[in-house]
């Protein structure tokens, strides 16, 4: 196993967490009110994103894309 697949297993367990996260946020939201949830699930959905972006775009983060060989 490479350095770069581990990298991806721990990117893709960060945004199910952020995901799975802002989901408990915003539920709690909707059943209890306060503005600090919505504000803290929205931080996490937009993390979850970003490291979304991150991940699908790794390899040109990287500069494997430049040299068109991925490595080993």
Do not use: D, N
């Not at 909707?30 to 490291?51: A, K, R």
């Not at 979304?52 to 040109?60: F, I, Q, T, V």
């Amino acid at each position: 196993m490479s350095l770069i697949s581990f990298h991806r297993g721990l990117i893709a367990t960060a945004i199910v967490f952020c995901f799975g996260y802002a989901g408990w946020e915003i539920v709690s939201f909707t059943q209890e009110g306060g503005t600090g949830s919505l504000v803290v699930g929205g931080v996490f959905l937009v993390l979850g994103v970003g490291l979304g972006y991150y991940l699908a775009r790794l390899m040109h983060f990287l500069g494997y894309e430049k040299s068109g060989k991925e490595p080993s």
